[in-house]
């Protein structure tokens, strides 16, 4: 059976600035239409009553460990945890061993995407070689192999002249560079947000003036190069005010922020608990206060988890040891939830277009939407339903999370890749 | 469940109080040799050394002797912890043997802290990197009482790399909880400004002369040039700038008690005139090491 009817579901698809019930009809993987009452005879039906159906969830920036990692993440099981977070799309970072920096290693991650993953991968190509920083990598030819975006994520580009070379060559190929913003040597050795806490703990602080000083150059640099610029997970008050500023101008700056940094500030961590440990660090109140407002207002684009697994051997140290990153994929729709819609900070279609619509366009992907012909990605969710997040049963293969036992009100409930239902709820 | 000693900062001004009064018991009297103890006889104490230390170990070896207890001490350098072995497979190794309790120093802030949530066996905290050493601030108060009435109300000037101090850390949360003000003074990038809110009572200075004026008491910390990660002072100026010496001395109060954790850098961080003068109080400070610490592990181990 190859067609299917999702019925009685509140659709809800900012691309076309639908918000009503009906029903969304699905014929060989593509969305035919939208509307009420749809004649399902000869149809499989997923009855979506009481729920809200969207457009598949896009994740712009997750880690799938493959190749190299295979024993935190693989493409197959990070897929899986996509689909269990309601995700239809992941767009994974390059850090992988070897790197994603040459079109052999992007064809790699597609060929095993093509064979084990249950939604859309789309690789990130390294800006340079190694992502060491100094020579541009394979760019044109990695672009034919399937990346969508370049960026060298977790090690930024501090040279300001590689990057301005790497944004000149973006620009003609027409892809967007993401930023990790991080000055390496003023975050040097640091483990969690410079402030009061880090002090008192005793731990080294990654100041947010690290990220700040690089956004700045960025910004500055995108205007010089004209190229599409991207600020990955964005964690500090003065760099929404400087992606507001660089909007503001009308340059082709956008940003993402990460579940973890509107829901959660430095003094929520379990003292010297490393599933607290990521970067950029939790940052203070005021910081969590204005990424908020930076979602609210529109000068934050999308949502992207940075789901970054790690084994647990690894987490299980002593903090300064432990290295960065937590999951997101699981918990990333049930937070915005909570802080987001239940907190009436944002309407739901907004809260929709955050995670699909946005993010398509930032990396200009033809989907997040449900438009007649597009590919029929589905995400359904609910907005009530009790339930707790258990990390140990997670599709994952790794368990570095602070949300364990978080109890969480709405959340994914059923995730259509290509017309087919590939997790459900259990 | 875990009723280990992690720092300073989670203990009450009565918790302190019934430390430093017990330990007051365990001093021995002038000229005369020390009493054994047998309140924790058949208890064992495994000191667990991640860092190197000798003042600090031998310190707790001969406060759990002198209790009667059992102790093994294990350093990193002669330990499995070499051969890769992680924190918590050694720890877990290592609470497999039943020991009722573990001291244990550490180059990673938090380790203790971290570990105490996952071993049922108190944890005593001999130091973890750049946190909190308990027993030291315990013991600098124990100090100062011994001759002082109180602490409340004194000046007390703590002097040098505060940023990488957990001996400063431990200090400032006690004294603090008694009421004390404190200044911390050391050059700009060994004293981060958030140091001043991280209790109550603290000002902070770059100007050593300040800093002593008037003071009760001054604290004088090591130049712990391992725990530096890049040049944050010349080397060659901070005996002229931050470097104690008779001078300065007498800006304080006439009875001012000088301190130092040890071991003291002569001619570094403090002139040895200084160091070996009637003011120091650096000897004492080693003594009451002992006493003190017999009062921590009396509490954690005497149930």
């Not at chain 2, 244990?104 to 050493?133: Q, V």
């Not at chain 2, 050059?187 to 603290?202: H, Q």
Request: proline share 6%; hydrophobic share 40%; net charge neutral.
């Amino acid at each position: 059976m190859n067609k299917l009817v999702v019925k009685n579901g509140r659709v809800i698809d900012p691309s076309q600035n639908i918000d009503c019930v009906c029903d969304v009809a699905v014929e060989e993987g593509i969305v035919q239409h939208v509307g009420p009452e749809i004649n399902a005879t000869g149809c499989d039906v997923f009855d979506a009553s009481g729920l809200v159906v969207a457009p598949g969830f896009i994740d712009i920036h997750v880690h799938l460990r493959e190749p190299g990692f295979e024993h935190s993440e693989t493409v197959e099981t990070g897929a899986r945890a996509a689909a269990a977070g309601g995700f239809t799309s992941v767009c994974c970072m390059p850090n992988t061993k070897p790197v994603n920096d040459n079109a052999t290693v992007t064809s790699y991650i597609v060929e095993r995407a093509r064979r084990n993953a249950i939604v859309n991968v789309y690789p990130i190509g390294a800006i340079t070689k190694s992502s060491a920083g100094e020579e541009l990598s394979a760019i044109a030819s990695m672009k034919a192999a399937g990346i969508v975006a370049i960026s060298d994520d977790g090690k930024p580009v501090m040279n300001s002249r590689v990057i301005r070379r790497a944004m000149e060559v973006a620009r003609s190929l027409d892809l967007p560079m993401i930023q990790h913003c991080e000055d390496l040597h003023l975050s040097a050795g640091g483990d969690m947000h410079e402030g009061q806490l880090s002090t008192r703990l005793g731990l080294r602080g990654i100041p947010r003036a690290s990220e700040d000083v690089m956004v700045a150059r960025d910004i500055l640099l995108a205007e010089v190069t004209g190229v599409r610029y991207h600020v990955a997970h964005l964690s500090s008050k003065n760099s929404v005010q400087m992606v507001a500023y660089a909007k503001a101008k009308g340059l082709p700056v956008t940003a993402e922020v990460s579940p973890h940094h509107f829901v959660l500030a430095d003094s929520d961590m379990l003292p010297y608990d490393s599933n607290y440990k990521m970067k950029p660090p939790l940052r203070d109140t005021s910081d969590v206060a204005a990424v908020t407002e930076g979602l609210v207002n529109g000068t934050i684009d999308a949502i992207a988890t940075d789901h970054a697994p790690h084994p647990g051997d690894e987490k299980m140290q002593e903090f300064e040891r432990c290295p960065f990153g937590i999951l997101g994929l699981e918990t990333a729709l049930g937070l915005s939830l909570e802080s987001l819609y239940h907190n009436q900070k944002i309407t739901l279609p907004h809260l929709v277009a955050l995670f699909t619509q946005n993010p398509a366009r930032v990396l200009s992907l033809d989907r997040g939407t449900l438009k007649p012909g597009a590919p029929a990605d589905i995400t359904v969710f609910g907005l009530n339903h009790n339930w707790t997040y258990d990390v140990n049963r997670s599709a994952s293969k790794s368990r570095n999370t602070p949300f364990h036992g978080y109890k969480f009100r709405g959340g994914p409930v059923a995730t259509i890749v290509a017309g087919k239902i590939v997790w459900q709820a259990g | 469940m875990n009723r280990g000693l992690l720092g300073i900062e989670e203990l009450s001004r009565t918790e302190i109080e019934q430390i430093l009064s017990r330990a007051r018991d365990f001093q021995p009297p002038p000229h005369q040799p020390f009493k054994r103890f047998d309140v924790l006889r058949g208890k064992s104490v495994v000191n667990v050394f991640f860092e190197a230390s000798t003042r600090t170990r031998t310190s707790f070896e001969i406060a759990a002797r002198r209790l009667g207890a059992e102790t093994i001490s294990i350093t990193a350098s002669g330990s499995s912890v070499s051969k890769g072995e992680s924190l918590v497979d050694t720890l877990n190794t290592l609470g497999a043997m039943r020991p009722d309790a573990i001291v244990m120093r550490h180059a990673a802030s938090g380790a203790p802290h971290f570990l105490s949530r996952y071993l049922p066996i108190p944890i005593i905290n001999a130091g973890d990197g750049t946190h909190e050493h308990p027993t030291q601030a315990l013991l600098d108060a124990r100090t100062i009482l011994d001759r002082t009435s109180s602490i409340e109300g004194l000046r007390v000037a703590i002097i040098g790399d505060i940023a990488h101090s957990r001996v400063a850390r431990s200090n400032i949360h006690l004294l603090s909880k008694f009421g004390a003000s404190i200044v911390l003074c050391g050059p700009a990038p060994l004293l981060p400004r958030e140091m001043s809110s991280i209790a109550t009572g603290i000002e902070l200075t770059n100007d050593m002369r300040k800093a002593i004026i008037n003071a009760d008491v001054i604290m004088m910390l090591r130049v712990q040039l391992e725990r530096q990660h890049e040049a944050s002072f010349p080397a060659g100026e901070y005996f002229q700038f931050f470097g104690l010496r008779p001078e300065h001395v007498q800006l304080a109060k006439p009875n001012v008690i000088v301190m130092h954790p040890g071991p003291i850098n002569r001619g570094r961080e403090i002139s040895s005139e200084v160091a070996d003068s009637q003011r120091s109080a650096i000897l004492n400070q080693v003594e009451n090491g002992i006493a003190v610490r017999m009062a921590v592990l009396e509490r954690v181990l005497a149930a």
